[in-house]
């Protein structure tokens, strides 16, 4: 390239000559242009202040615009009819709008505005207090319905001179089957949840058992035959220990996994506290 011409693109770009003669002649080299350099002191000031008008001018410009859309597009909306689509008259025409809405005495609406906006608020809270209410209500009905083949299948055996069904109905009127928030099975009575002593909730299957316990409802009874000197089922609280049932079950010729067994073990454990059952 004429050297000539280098000189001349050297003193535009700002940089030396033999820079920009390595640059051109070697492929690999890479340079840098600062275009402000370009300019001088004040042309560079100049230029960024043109730049910044025009910036705010475009900046104006869509603001501008904006505003207009807006007051055009909620004019339709608000149902005003006026020429023109300034801010400011928008607001006017506006505010007169709901002045007069609101009519002569704007307190006295809001006044009652209020009242009847918190009578609403009561009266609503009632009828959800109500319906949330009645919801459990049928819930709890719902619940010991859907889960009464489970419940079934705990009775441990069909009381003496009455349904099985009746006996579950009786249960039902004092007991109720459901499950807590974490959705576990539990047993509510008196509007608590059931626990053994050892503050755990109780299962459906021993809720069921210790009921018909309860109500006498349970089969086995001794029939006065054996050593009187031997716990027996007569005295629920002379068994202190599971063996001592095991060994009776034995002897009576009655299965130790029967519902017959566990029966004896659940009255034992609530005539005495001291029962054990590992023993």
Request: charged fraction near 35%.
């Amino acid at each position: 390239m004429n050297k000539q011409v280098i000189e001349a693109l050297a003193k535009i770009a700002n940089v030396s000559v033999s820079d920009l003669t390595s640059a051109i002649e070697s492929e690999s080299s890479e340079m840098t242009f600062d275009v402000s350099k370009t300019f001088s002191g004040s042309e560079w000031e100049t230029f960024e202040t043109n730049r910044q008008k025009e910036k705010d001018t475009e900046y104006n410009k869509g603001k501008e615009t904006g505003v207009r859309q807006f007051v055009r597009d909620s004019k339709e909306e608000l149902g005003l009819d006026y020429e023109g689509k300034d801010g400011k008259l928008f607001l006017t025409k506006f505010k007169e709008k709901v002045i007069g809405d609101i009519g002569d005495n704007p307190d006295e609406r809001v006044a009652t505005l209020t009242n009847d906006l918190s009578i609403l608020r009561e009266t609503s809270a009632k009828e959800l207090a109500t319906k949330a209410d009645e919801h459990k209500a049928i819930s709890d009905k719902y619940n010991t319905l859907l889960n009464g083949n489970d419940i079934m299948g705990f009775v441990p055996n069909k009381p003496k001179n009455m349904d099985t069904s009746d006996a579950i109905m009786i249960m039902n009127n004092v007991l109720t089957f459901g499950k807590d928030e974490e959705g576990q099975r539990v047993v509510m009575r008196d509007g608590q949840v059931m626990k053994d002593k050892t503050r755990n909730p109780i299962n459906w299957e021993t809720a069921v058992k210790d009921y018909w316990i309860e109500k006498d409802w349970t089969s086995g009874a001794d029939d006065g035959r054996g050593d009187k000197h031997k716990p027996d089922a007569s005295d629920p609280s002379k068994f202190t220990k599971q063996s001592e049932i095991t060994a009776y079950c034995e002897e009576k010729g009655i299965s130790n996994l029967s519902e017959e067994a566990r029966a004896l073990t659940n009255e034992a454990g609530k005539a005495n506290d001291d029962f054990d059952y590992e023993g």
